[in-house]
């Protein structure tokens, strides 16, 4: 779910062709970058030391909230914190179900809590007004 949501990102923050196609470069640089490291964990350490840097210096480059004041939206918090919840959940029980056994409480607990989770949030995507996920995703 990153994926589209980082293109999103890049298309919305550059509307000049030219700067878009340097944004979506440098992404898919950084996506390379990963596969290139020692292990699968460099990829981690990779990005937590470029995370405070680019995350400080995006601060003054990209466009803040001011210069989008056609868009009144808002976060959907509940809808997030539910997804979110309802996801960390679902791969920590389908992670553990090879380790801990498949009919083990550590496995069930959060596997049916999850699915409490997403069901959750589908009622709070119909009440709320700004949705996290369009109906139509």
């Not at 937590?48 to 995006?58: N, T």
């Not at 997804?83 to 553990?96: C, D, K, P, R």
């Not at 997403?118 to 700004?130: C, N, P, S, T």
């Amino acid at each position: 779910m990153n994926i589209p949501s980082a293109i999103v990102m890049i298309t919305s923050s550059f509307p000049i062709a030219a700067e878009r196609g340097w944004a979506y470069a440098i992404y898919g640089a950084f996506g390379a970058v990963g596969n290139c490291q020692l292990s699968w964990r460099w990829v981690f350490y990779l990005l937590a030391i470029l995370v405070i840097p680019f995350s400080v210096l995006s601060w003054f480059i990209l466009p803040g909230a001011s210069a989008k004041k056609t868009q009144n939206k808002s976060l959907d918090w509940p809808g997030v914190a539910s997804l979110t919840v309802g996801l960390i959940l679902f791969v920590f029980a389908i992670s553990e179900g090879s380790a801990s056994g498949w009919k083990s409480a550590r496995v069930i607990a959060p596997l049916v809590i999850s699915v409490f989770t997403f069901a959750g949030f589908l009622v709070i995507e119909r009440i709320v007004k700004d949705l996290a996920l369009p109906p139509h995703t």
